[in-house]
């Protein structure tokens, strides 16, 4: 009985590593891969990120300089290294290494669609607090909130800032969001008469009168979203590169090369 019950095992042990070969034969002759099909144009690479999350927003999508695989771009700049066959992905950044020092590659592809993305908004939209054409040496732009006591720090040093040669453009990015209280103060800020007069007092906790008008203060925070600003103050340079948080005025002047 013992045998009898072995024999009908191997024999159908037997059974399924022939039907197994039999498979593998047939996917060969007929040019079948057995792994997973390599992933050969940006919509094709979409379609697998939208396939497991349908929900995942995808911006852009392109041949990464690391081989073997996609960089899909997400809102802020956040990259996903997706590999050929669409069966994995790495977040995060990917970094060259040269004789001398690190690259951060990814950051760099930021700073340049962040310049970009600069160069879409006009300064009529912003609130200027700047030198003399002529004494102007560098300039920074600011994503500010009116409330968030670091951007009240930062305006307090304006002057000295000013007086360095540095200009100060303010893009407004209330913290809390569209709508919100934070969004109506900073547009009565940008409604006034006077928008730098009004920034100013509301920065110092001085009450201003609520108004609205035509403008572009929603579509500021989302240009800063786009940017890969999640707080405030965040500071985006001339060569568009993100420093996010408040600096002293001295210190900041050092990182743009200017002599204190």
């Not at 497991?52 to 999508?61: C, D, L, M, Q, R």
């Not at 040269?98 to 006009?122: P, Q, W, Y």
Request: charged share 20%; aromatic share 6%.
């Amino acid at each position: 009985m013992l045998q009898t019950l072995k024999l009908m095992i191997n024999l159908r042990r037997g059974l399924v590593t022939a039907v197994s070969y039999a498979t593998a034969a047939v996917a060969l002759m007929s040019g079948v891969s057995l792994m997973a099909a390599e992933l050969t144009s940006a919509d094709e690479v979409r379609a697998r990120l939208k396939q497991a999350n349908a929900g995942i927003p995808i911006n852009n999508i392109t041949r990464s300089q690391l081989k073997g695989f996609w960089e899909a771009e997400l809102p802020g700049g956040q990259i996903l290294y997706v590999t050929e066959d669409g069966e994995n992905f790495i977040v995060g950044d990917l970094f060259q290494i040269t004789d001398t020092r690190f690259v951060n590659l990814a950051e760099e592809g930021r700073n340049v669609k962040r310049k970009a993305l600069m160069s879409s908004i006009d300064e009529s939209e912003m609130v200027v607090y700047a030198p003399a054409k002529s004494e102007t040496r560098a300039t920074i732009t600011v994503f500010t909130d009116i409330d968030c006591g670091f951007c009240r720090k930062l305006h307090q040093e304006i002057p000295e800032l000013n007086r360095m040669g540095i200009a100060v453009r303010y893009l407004a990015y209330p913290r809390a969001g569209v709508p919100s209280d934070s969004y109506d103060k900073i547009v009565s800020a940008w409604c006034a008469d006077d928008p730098k007069k009004a920034l100013t007092e509301a920065k110092a906790g001085i009450a201003i009168e609520q108004r609205t008008c035509v403008n572009s203060v929603a579509r500021q925070f989302r240009l800063g979203g786009d940017m890969g600003v999640t707080g405030t103050p965040a500071l985006v340079y001339e060569s568009g590169e993100l420093q996010a948080g408040y600096m002293p005025a001295a210190q900041l002047a050092i990182v743009l090369g200017l002599a204190p």
